[in-house]
């Protein structure tokens, strides 16, 4: 089994939907978790970033960590076509570690 | 911007030979990372620094070999490129608690 499962779609979406990015892990001690934006031939370009358990939220994006699920996700809302990327989500157990990723969830984003 | 500069962007290289990428930070990092990313694989650790020679392997090292000798900077290398080495790389560096990646550097072994 591997540390973290995400679903790699490709999703697409009409602009403006309300988007739910997911990712699952098996690892109890995972304690910080990102999402990343990558666009055709980038780097992966760090979204959000959260410490333990809770919501976080940054102009049309929220962050939500549920620790007891083992389960996290990225809500984008109001998508636009400029969100059209691969979505990754990463996590890790402490400072200066291993990071461990998803796969990436590709979307679209319809006009 | 990440701080981090990779270098070459992109290569072609022939079977065999030996390739080497540079990751320049310039935030002096601790740890520093190689990851290649491939189509159903995503982001696998090649390798990691945790300081100035001190090194470590990550989940699919062989083949691949790492310096550092400067805080700044840690390179990559291929001692003979192969066609399965065909991927593209991205150095990162662990900023306490996240990690940054650089723009990537596109590698075709022929």
């Excluded at chain 1, 990343?36 to 979204?47: A, H, N, V």
């Excluded at chain 1, 699920?69 to 400029?82: A, E, M, N, V």
Aim: proline share 4%.
């Amino acid at each position: 089994q591997k540390e973290v499962e995400q679903d790699p779609g490709p999703l697409s979406v009409p602009e403006g939907a309300i988007v739910s990015l997911n990712c699952t892990y098996s690892n109890s001690a995972f304690q910080y978790f990102m999402w990343y934006r990558q666009y055709s031939r980038k780097g992966p370009e760090l979204l959000m970033y959260t410490y333990s358990s809770g919501n976080k939220e940054d102009g049309r994006f929220t962050a939500q960590v549920d620790k007891s699920s083992k389960y996290i996700s990225l809500f984008i809302r109001d998508s636009q076509p400029s969100d059209s990327a691969t979505y990754l989500c990463a996590m890790s157990a402490n400072t200066g570690n291993q990071f461990y990723f998803g796969t990436g969830t590709s979307l679209t984003v319809i006009p | 911007d990440a701080g981090i500069t990779q270098s070459p962007r992109h290569k072609v290289t022939e079977t065999g030979t030996p390739v080497t990428l540079r990751c320049h930070q310039t935030e002096n990092h601790r740890y520093m990372y190689w990851y290649r990313q491939d189509p159903g694989h995503g982001l696998r650790l090649i390798h990691y620094s945790y300081g100035v020679k001190d090194t470590d392997k990550g989940e699919v090292s062989d083949g691949y070999s790492v310096s550092r000798s400067k805080t700044e900077d840690f390179l990559l290398t291929l001692e003979s490129a192969t066609s399965s080495q065909t991927s593209v790389y991205f150095c990162a560096i662990d900023r306490g608690n996240t990690i940054y990646f650089g723009e990537g550097s596109w590698l075709t072994v022929v």
